[in-house]
């Protein structure tokens, strides 16, 4: 299956509307900011196991689906804070990676 990234980010757009209804209070940036980083140290958490820093008996495919439903809710949450913020977050992207091409080429890389 393979979506573009407007048909990602209305999938979550979708998601997020239907938790605003049974969240105890509106999301501001601030909470969704708060909840990417709650996400953020899930996915370390996941990252470390795979790299064997922790000694856990999680299995390699329980890991593995752990990191994607982590990764995947890290992007949930970019999306969350584009949306709270009115960014057009594949525009952001597309423009971020033209400023570091320019810079890489101004250092010849």
């Known amino acids: 299956m393979s979506l573009t990234f407007c048909?990602?980010?209305d999938m979550y757009s979708e998601?997020?509307?239907?938790?605003?209804?049974?969240?105890?209070?509106?999301?501001k940036g601030e909470a969704a900011t708060l909840e990417l980083m709650k996400q953020c140290g899930e996915l370390a958490k996941w990252v470390m196991?795979?790299?064997k820093y922790y000694?856990?008996?999680?299995?390699?495919?329980?890991?593995n689906s752990r990191l994607e439903n982590e990764l995947a809710d890290v992007?949930?949450?970019?999306?969350?804070?584009?949306?709270?913020y009115n960014i057009d977050l594949?525009?952001?992207y597309i423009d971020a990676r033209k400023e570091?091409?320019?810079y890489l080429?101004?250092?010849?890389?």
Not at 75 to 84: D, E, K
């Open 7 to 9: 048909e990602l980010s």
């Open 105 to 109: 080429k101004s250092r010849n890389v």
């Open 100 to 102: 570091e091409d320019l």
């Open 49 to 51: 196991m795979k790299e």
């Open 90 to 92: 594949e525009k952001a």
């Open 75 to 84: 992007m949930a949450q970019l999306f969350r804070i584009a949306y709270i």
């Open 15 to 27: 998601i997020f509307h239907r938790f605003q209804k049974i969240e105890l209070k509106e999301w």
């Open 55 to 63: 000694a856990f008996t999680e299995d390699i495919k329980t890991i």
